[in-house]
Every structure is written in C-alpha cells, then in structure tokens.
C-alpha cells in the first residue's frame, strides 16, 4: 500500500475520483448510525438488570431498615466496603454518593468555587483560577470547568500519562493553578494507563496552592477487555500520603458502566480529612442519596471478586466491537500516513488523529452520510483541537453490524479528506 504523500498529483485525483464515487454509493444508502458517546449496548445492560430483583418488599431489612429512611449522608457501610476494596483503600475515606460520579466532580469543582476547601479563599474571590486539562481528554470535564469560567490549560497526554515536566512546572510555580482533571486507566478518549512514575510524579507534586487538588476519575478501573492483559494504576491516595501530600486527590468511581448507566451508584475516596470537610457541605445539600440502591448493588455484586466475573461478560460483549473497529482501521488505513490512532486494553474508546486540518471535515463527512461521531475539537477544552485532528471514536453501543458500516464509512472518509488536503497543498 502505498502512503498517500508518496503519489503524484495524477495518481491523488485518480483516487480522489473512486474514492467520491464509493462515497455517493454509501450515503444512497441512506445510514442512520451513532459512534458518538461511550453507550453500553443493550446486552451489557441486560446483564444487571436482575438487578432490580435483590430487594422487594419482602426482604428482611432488620436493622437496616434505616436504609429506607433520611440520614447515613456518607452511604451505608457495606457500599462503602464495596468501593474501598474496588480502590484499594478503607471505607474511612469513602464517600458514596447516588447515580453519577460526573454530579460528584461537578459538586467539588463547585464547593472549591463558592466556598473553599478546608477554610482556603473560595476560587470565585480570585482574580484568576486555573485547571491543567490532560489532551486529549474528556469533553464533560472540560465542560464542568468551563462553566465556571476556569481557565484551562492544555498538557499533552503521552503514552504513560500526562507531561509530567510540565505539570510539575505549572503546579509547583503557579499559585493559580487550582486542579488538574486527570483519568488514569484506560483514559477516555487515548485509552492509556498512567504507569508507576506518573503516579509517583503525580504524589511528589509540591503545590504553590495550598488548594490544589487533583481530580483522579478512575471511571475505567475495573474495566479491562483483556483477562490476560490488564492495566492497573498504582493507588494514588496512599501514594499522596506516604509523599506528605495526604489530601491533595479526590479520587472518583461509579457503577455506572458496571451496572445501570444512570442508575448505577458513585463514590468518590479522598483524606478523612477532606470527607470532613465536605460532609459538612453535604449536610446542606441532602439528607441522604438513595440508600436502597446501594444497597441493591452490593448485593448484586457481593464483592470484587464476583464484580470481576461481571466485568468479563461486559468485556466479551465489547472485545469483539474494539476488535472490529481495529480491525477496518488497520486494513483500510495501515500504511497510508493518513491517520494514527490508540489501541486501548480496556475503557470505551479508540482515539483516532488525523492529518492536521481534517477532523472537523471527516466528522462532517460521515454525518452527510447518516454516521454521528463525537464533534472534532470535543476532546479538547473550549471545543477547540489546535491541530483539528483528534476524533473520539466510541465502539459500545452499535451492534456489530452497524459498527461495520460505520467504522468502514469513517475510514473512507478518512481517505477523502486527506486526498483532498493533499491536493491542495
Ligand atoms: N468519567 C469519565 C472519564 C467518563 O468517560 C464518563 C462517562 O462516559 C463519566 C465519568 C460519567 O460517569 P457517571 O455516569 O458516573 O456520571
């Protein structure tokens, strides 16, 4: 195959004109597909809804019938065993919450905001507050920050995690600099892993704001496609404590791919602390999250151990899907120079870069032919890629069928816009 830099301008517009035809071919056809947002299918939801049948009316709730009513603002205790043994810690420094871990980072970007952490001056009385935003990255997360008109910073993500050098520079300097939004494992959208030294960098970090915070969302943690090669991050709040930074992380999960999408249960493992200090904020906002789902999930899932074998139904559903996409990846683009793209062991996404320039003309492209992929520039603050190349592709929810048409359409879409920058140099 020969690399599309390497053709004449003869053999560009040969291929540019079959390449047009193969594309009126596919938009005739009328698609209507999305590879939009990390959905999981249908039969990774059927997987819980039995769920709903743990607890009737029937059960014996004996002491606990407290759960059915107000109070127990920081989650019953068996939720909170259930969390603290997912991240590697003690149920003293969980927190669980009700449905979404993205309300829980939103509340504490808006407790920073409005009141301070610990006592320090709250964010709105300063002149200038300021977030480093690992890029590529999670358009939600942006969004929160955005919205409270924090200035964000883009940092490079690599392959272990972010450019620790500059962190490190922006954090140990910069007084403004309030937090950094980072994902972990399985990063959404490049799907990396921070390694061993990122975690240690991370926990070393000697803030110029004494309320600095890191926002750790390991939403990915337990979610690996691979038996045979999982990743794993090291756990970041011991590591801040043994480095005498001990409440520098607020570090979030949810059930929500583990269980019900929005009806699943979030926690969030930060100091002792930290949970003081945001449980007495809490205790204005609620009387208590629901109870009773928590408790539902623990039964369900018992433990880590049988939440595992869980996890590898859901990865034999998705495995196949990741594969797919790779795969048409691989066959229609390797070797052409056209494109680079991740090849995650776990998470929702493949993270795809195109050519500087195309992003935004491939998403339009297989939009006009019936394919939703996530907005080009969506993975960046402000909506905004400086290179317009990143595209976010989400594999879960298509059934394989319709992953096909998709993903070949992305790939001839791929190959048109690059022509057609090509040609006009
Ligand atoms: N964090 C990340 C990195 C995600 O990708 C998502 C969903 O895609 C969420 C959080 C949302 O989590 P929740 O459903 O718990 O609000």
């Keep these: 195959m020969k690399a599309y830099q390497d053709m004449t301008k003869e053999e560009l517009t040969a291929l540019h004109k079959d390449l047009l035809k193969d594309y009126e071919v596919i938009k005739a056809k009328d698609l209507n597909l999305n590879m939009a947002r990390g959905k999981p299918d249908l039969n990774q939801i059927d997987l819980s809804l039995g769920l709903l049948d743990v607890l009737d009316s029937h059960y014996d709730f004996g002491q606990k019938i407290d759960y059915c009513n107000y109070g127990i603002l920081d989650g019953i205790d068996e939720a909170k065993e259930f969390f603290a043994s997912m991240l590697s810690t003690s149920k003293d420094h969980i927190i669980v919450y009700g449905n979404s871990s993205l309300t829980v980072m939103f509340d504490q970007v808006s407790r920073g905001y409005t009141h301070g952490y610990m006592g320090h001056t709250p964010w709105c009385r300063l002149n200038k507050v300021k977030f480093l935003c690992p890029v590529p990255g999670y358009d939600r997360h942006f969004a929160i920050t955005e919205h409270f008109g924090i200035e964000m910073i883009n940092i490079p993500l690599k392959e272990d995690g972010p450019d620790m050098d500059m962190i490190e520079q922006y954090v140990n300097n910069d007084e403004t600099v309030k937090g950094i939004w980072c994902v972990p494992q399985y990063a959404n959208p490049t799907g990396i892993t921070y390694s061993d030294e990122v975690v240690?960098?991370?926990?070393?970090?000697?803030?110029?704001?004494?309320?600095?915070?890191?926002?750790?969302?390991?939403?990915?943690?337990?979610?690996?496609?691979?038996?045979?090669?999982?990743?794993?991050?090291?756990?970041?709040?011991?590591?801040?404590?043994?480095?005498?930074?001990?409440?520098?992380?607020?570090?979030?999960?949810?059930?929500?791919?583990?269980?019900?999408?929005?009806?699943?249960?979030?926690?969030?493992?930060?100091?002792?602390?930290?949970?003081?200090?945001?449980?007495?904020?809490?205790?204005?906002?609620?009387?208590?999250?629901?109870?009773?789902?928590?408790?539902?999930?623990?039964?369900?899932?018992?433990?880590?151990?049988?939440?595992?074998?869980?996890?590898?139904?859901?990865?034999?559903?998705?495995?196949?899907?990741?594969?797919?996409?790779?795969?048409?990846?691989?066959?229609?683009?390797?070797?052409?120079?056209?494109?680079?793209?991740?090849?995650?062991?776990?998470?929702?996404?493949?993270?795809?870069?195109?050519?500087?320039?195309?992003?935004?003309?491939?998403?339009?492209?297989?939009?006009?032919?019936?394919?939703?992929?996530?907005?080009?520039?969506?993975?960046?603050?402000?909506?905004?890629?400086?290179?317009?190349?990143?595209?976010?592709?989400?594999?879960?929810?298509?059934?394989?069928?319709?992953?096909?048409?998709?993903?070949?359409?992305?790939?001839?879409?791929?190959?048109?816009?690059?022509?057609?920058?090509?040609l006009s140099l």
């Excluded at 756990?235 to 009806?263: D, H, Q, R, W, Y």
């Excluded at 949970?275 to 408790?295: E, Y």
């Excluded at 990143?390 to 594999?395: E, K, L, Q, S, T």
């Design 200 to 422: 240690r960098r991370f926990a070393h970090l000697k803030p110029a704001s004494q309320d600095f915070r890191i926002f750790w969302d390991n939403a990915y943690i337990v979610h690996h496609l691979y038996d045979n090669h999982q990743e794993h991050v090291a756990e970041i709040l011991k590591a801040c404590e043994e480095a005498g930074n001990p409440n520098m992380v607020f570090e979030f999960c949810s059930t929500s791919k583990v269980s019900l999408a929005g009806a699943g249960v979030a926690a969030m493992a930060t100091s002792v602390a930290n949970k003081k200090d945001v449980l007495q904020h809490m205790a204005i906002q609620s009387i208590g999250h629901d109870k009773l789902n928590q408790l539902r999930h623990v039964r369900y899932f018992q433990n880590v151990e049988s939440l595992t074998v869980h996890m590898q139904k859901h990865a034999a559903i998705l495995r196949p899907k990741f594969e797919m996409v790779l795969d048409i990846l691989e066959k229609e683009l390797g070797g052409l120079g056209i494109g680079t793209w991740t090849k995650p062991l776990g998470g929702y996404f493949i993270s795809f870069d195109a050519m500087e320039g195309c992003a935004q003309k491939i998403v339009r492209k297989c939009k006009e032919a019936g394919t939703i992929l996530t907005n080009a520039g969506a993975t960046y603050p402000y909506g905004q890629d400086p290179h317009d190349s990143n595209i976010r592709i989400a594999p879960s929810f298509p059934s394989l069928e319709e992953l096909q048409q998709a993903a070949q359409l992305f790939t001839l879409c791929v190959k048109l816009v690059s022509v057609e920058k090509l």
